[in-house]
Nanobody, 115 residues
Framework: QVQLLESGGGLVQPGGSLRLSCGAS????????MGWYRQAPGKQRELVAS???????TYVESVKGRFTISRNREMNAVFLQMNDLKPEDTAVYFC?????????WGQGTQVTVSA
């Protein structure tokens, strides 16, 4: 079993920045991939950024150039630096990990971009 703890959401004005953090804990951690999804009201959950072990980082087109995903492998943590935030970025952001072939999800953190 893997537990994920997220932090860093909040309310920010358009053009502002936020940094999301997610730490994984549990027994037998052998993480293959970490990343972030988001879900806006009335919309399907979408992949925002993914960082697979030994693979290429991917971003959804709408955040390219504004968001940066990074990872601290020693701490089993993943981060999402979000710059130049727009109202359409408003959503609940979920951290996920794939550990030994199984997907685990965080509880979600609200990001609201509004003037």
């Amino acid at each position: 079993q893997v537990q994920l703890l997220e932090s860093g959401g909040g309310l920010v004005q358009p053009g502002g920045s936020l940094r999301l953090s997610c730490g994984a804990s549990g027994r037998r951690l052998s993480i293959r991939s970490m990343g972030w999804y988001r879900q806006a009201p009335g919309k399907q959950r979408e992949l925002v950024a993914s960082m697979p072990l030994g693979g290429s980082i991917t971003y959804v087109e709408s955040v390219k150039g504004r968001f940066t995903i990074s990872r601290n492998r020693e701490m089993n943590a993943v981060f999402l630096q979000m710059n130049d935030l727009k109202p359409e970025d408003t959503a609940v952001y979920f951290c996920y990990v794939n550990n030994l072939g199984y997907d685990y999800w965080g509880q979600g953190t609200q990001v609201t971009v509004s003037a």
